[in-house]
């Protein structure tokens, strides 16, 4: 915490001790809802709870959609049922459907049941999309138009429903079977003659997304466009609500955590790291490490199976390490690029050959300029044979090049079927290089060596 938050969160700890409530809500009124969102996290539960208590509806309507999941699941379960209720009526639909999506079916049930029937209807309606969709993720609070009304009129709507919309800089003009046909930016409601036409000034080609399409997809569209907001329309392109910015930078985060966790062979969590218990990050971490561990032991097999060649040449044992990492490493480089190439939408499937045949040259030359490095190393600082060094070097070219041409490949198959080409980018590609190396360099062994 910033020093300022932390003397802030002492203030309070004293105005809650000393009963002071009045101070307190006039010193809450006057700070930012995300720094009273982060100050609240650092407190103990009960008192927490307290301060959310005193704090204006609309006030807490706005810290609470900042906290952290586990902390706005303690609070909405510790108000009663009627206070409950009217929390999730002052928030954003968008926010009251990811809340209540994770908590059990009898306390949703309860809390929509004191929720006003318009919010209840909303919340049930962001429910019913798939998660990481763009129904899911968006908010039905928005400013509606028709291309018949005046910017007078338009005003006259913004001032009726514009405090309870997401957004106001982007109004949207649909039709009388509720198609969206335009967009308007506040500035031109603003700029132009009170008398004018929406329809006249509206700008009609549109960007828009479906319901169905999913989040990671959206992140892109905005990136592409730089809105702040995008219309969702439905597959009869009626309008149904929209995804903001601030929506799309959570979606962001996720996926890239989500990325990151399945590259590491981790089972992602939506917990933040000091959320999560002992016993829950075991069982996020244990399934990958089974079968990882289980996988391992076909390279222990290999070299068991090469055994009595390596009693020969002792000297090949003290390469095993360098050649496993060398692959492991190069194919992991290739992943990882692919992998981001897909995210951002740079590479596609219909790119197979392309990709391959870039991997390909590029393992080649790096395989080459290894080789030329451990040669030297060999030589002149290991002082082994000249067969040997060859071994080695001709090892490296084949493992860096097949390492390369197949984590590009296997990622691109695994997401052509659907799957997260994160859960191939590391752990599984690296236990699948290190079993490809060895059986090249013992390959290469036995019949340069003639072990």
């Given amino acids: 915490m910033e020093e300022k938050d932390e003397k802030a969160l002492e203030t309070f700890r004293v105005l809650l001790k000393e009963k002071k409530f009045t101070a307190l809500r006039g010193m809450a009124q006057n700070m930012n809802e995300s720094d009273l969102a982060a100050i609240m996290e650092e407190m103990e539960d009960e ?33 009663s049922e009627r206070e409950a209720g009217i929390v999730i009526d002052n928030l954003y639909t968008d926010d009251a ?33 798939p998660d990481d969709s763009a129904g899911s993720v968006m908010t039905v609070e928005f400013v509606d138009l028709r291309p018949e009304m005046t ?7 913004l001032r009726q429903i514009g405090m309870d919309s997401e957004t106001i800089n982007i109004c949207y003009v649909l039709n009388d079977t509720r198609k969206l046909v335009g967009t308007v930016a506040l500035r031109y409601l603003i700029l132009n003659q009170r008398n004018e036409k929406i329809g006249d000034i ?20 905005f990136k592409k466009y730089d809105f702040t907001a995008l219309p969702v ?5 009626r309008m149904v609500g929209i995804i903001t910015v601030d929506d799309v930078m959570d979606i962001m985060e996720q996926e890239a955590t989500e990325d990151i966790d399945r590259m590491n062979a981790i089972i992602p969590s939506d917990k933040p790291y000091l959320k999560n218990g ?39 044992t003290a390469y095993i390490p360098m050649l496993m990492d060398t692959g492991g490493n190069a194919g992991s480089q290739a992943s990882v690029e692919v992998v981001r190439g ?32 451990i040669f030297c190393k060999c030589i002149f600082f290991d002082a082994v044979s000249v067969q040997v060094a060859a071994v080695v070097c001709i090892t490296v070219i084949c ?53």
């Fill in 233 to 237: 329309v439905d597959h009869e392109n």
């Fill in 278 to 316: 002992v016993f829950e990050t075991w069982k996020k971490r244990i399934p990958w490490l089974l079968l990882l561990m289980i996988s391992a032991t076909f390279t222990g097999k290999i070299i068991t199976g090469f055994e009595s060649a390596l009693s020969k040449v002792v000297i090949l």
């Fill in 399 to 451: 493992a860096v090049f097949f390492s390369k041409l197949i984590a590009c490949t296997l990622v691109l198959l695994v997401q052509k079927i659907g799957l997260d080409p994160a859960v191939v980018a590391s752990p599984v590609l690296t236990t699948i290089i290190d079993a490809l190396s060895l059986i090249i360099y013992f390959t290469v062994a036995t019949n340069i060596l003639h072990i």
């Fill in 47 to 79: 008192d927490m709870l307290k301060m959310f208590r005193l704090f204006p509806k609309d006030l807490a309507a706005d810290v609470f959609s900042q906290l952290e999941t586990d902390s706005q699941q303690y609070i909405i379960t510790s108000l």
């Fill in 151 to 157: 910017v007078d009129d338009a005003m006259a709507r």
């Fill in 342 to 373: 897909l995210s951002l939408e740079e590479v596609h499937f219909n790119d197979f050959f392309k990709v391959v045949w870039k991997e390909m040259r590029v393992g080649l030359l790096c395989g080459i300029t290894l080789a030329a490095a």
């Fill in 97 to 129: 459907a990811d809340l209540l999506e994770e908590m059990p079916a009898s306390v949703v049930k309860k809390i929509l049941a004191n929720a006003r029937p318009d919010t209840r209807k909303d919340i049930n309606h962001l429910l019913q999309y």
């Fill in 202 to 221: 509206m700008h009609e080609d549109v960007v828009s997304c479906n319901t169905s399409t999913d989040q990671e997809h959206v992140a892109q569209i």
